[in-house]
C-alpha cells in the first residue's frame, strides 16, 4: 500500500497520530481493476499519478507476462515507486517538476496528458488509469481522440 502525506488530510493526520507498534486496520481496495479472462495476451496501457501507481504494482507482479507500458506521472523523481518492477522498455516517467533526472527510467518532461497528445494511443489497447480525477477526465478524452472505445478504458478515481 502506497500512502502520501498531505498536509489537510483526513487520512494523513490520523496516521501522523499512530506511534511505532500501532495496530491498524486497513479496509480495502475496494476498486475494479482486474485483468479479465482472456485478456491476459492483449496490449495494456496503464497511466498513473502519484500513489495511484499503486494497483499497477499488484498487476505487474500477479502478471509479469503482460504486454504492458506504464506513464506515471509526478512532480519529482523521489516520488517513482518501484519504477524498477517494470524494466526501463516498459516504464516511462512523466515529470512535471524542474528537477528531471532519474537513474535507470525513462524520462518524458510534463505531465502523463501531454505525453498522451504528443504519442498518440492505438486504439486496440487496454487503458487503464488511476489517480486524480482531472488526470483521468483528461486523459479519457485524449484516448477517444485517439479512437480508444470507451470498453477499452478502465478508471479509479481516488481524488
Do not use: W
Request: hydrophobic content about 35%.
Amino acid at each position: 500500500m502506497l500512502v502520501k502525506e498531505v498536509e489537510e488530510g483526513t487520512v494523513s493526520r490520523d496516521l501522523r497520530r499512530c506511534q511505532a507498534g500501532d495496530m491498524l486496520v486497513v479496509d480495502g481496495p475496494h476498486g475494479s481493476f482486474c485483468i479479465e479472462p482472456g485478456t491476459a495476451s492483449e496490449k495494456f496501457l496503464f497511466i498513473a499519478t502519484g500513489t495511484g501507481i499503486s494497483p499497477f504494482h499488484c498487476l505487474a507482479l500477479s502478471h509479469p507476462e503482460l504486454d504492458s507500458k506504464l506513464l506515471h506521472g509526478v512532480r519529482a523523481p523521489l516520488e517513482l515507486y518501484d519504477h524498477e518492477l517494470y524494466g526501463p522498455e516498459r516504464f516511462i516517467a512523466c515529470i512535471s517538476g524542474s528537477e528531471r533526472r532519474a537513474a535507470g527510467v525513462r524520462l518524458y518532461a510534463g505531465r502523463v496528458t501531454s505525453y498522451l497528445r504528443e504519442n498518440p494511443v492505438e486504439p486496440t489497447r487496454l487503458c487503464y488509469l488511476c489517480g486524480n480525477s482531472d488526470m483521468i477526465y483528461e486523459c479519457y478524452a485524449i484516448l477517444r481522440s485517439c479512437g480508444v472505445p470507451p470498453s477499452r478504458i478502465f478508471a479509479e478515481v481516488y481524488f
